[in-house]
Nanobody, 125 residues
Framework: QVQLVESGGGLVQAGGSLRLSCAAS????????MGWFRQTPGKEREFVAV????????AYADSVKGRFTISRDNAKNILYLQMNSLKPEDTAVYYC??????????????????WGQGTQVTVSS
């Protein structure tokens, strides 16, 4: 299995930027499709971005497209989420997740079998 630890969250003003990191340990990182999800109190966890095992394929939620960029460094076992032009509605706990199963990258939280503990992102207006 793989262990995931997020970092990089914090408080930022609207229009600002943050970069989240997700450090992976355990099994070979490049074997996993990786995703970012977010959750606010009382709401279900929602898809943000996903990246294929090699990094050649990415997909984004419409709400973040053009503002967020997902990337990975398989040599360093790290997943990133660069977040620009942040809005108050981006405020949430952000989670990285890993899918070990042999299938196309998924936007569905239940398809992921490993999760980090989450990092809080707060965007003030």
């Amino acid at each position: 299995q793989v262990q995931l630890v997020e970092s990089g969250g914090g408080l930022v003003q609207a229009g600002g930027s943050l970069r989240l990191s997700c450090a992976a340990s355990g099994r070979t990182f490049s074997n996993y499709v990786m995703g970012w999800f977010r959750q606010t109190p009382g709401k279900e966890r929602e898809f943000v971005a996903v990246i294929s095992r090699t990094g050649g394929l990415t997909a984004y939620a419409d709400s973040v497209k053009g503002r967020f960029t997902i990337s990975r460094d398989n040599a360093k076992n790290i997943l990133y989420l660069q977040m620009n032009s942040l809005k108050p509605e981006d405020t949430a706990v952000y989670y990285c997740a890993a899918d070990s199963r042999p299938r196309r990258p998924s936007t569905i939280p239940n398809d992921y079998n490993y999760w980090g503990q989450g990092t809080q992102v707060t965007v003030s207006s």
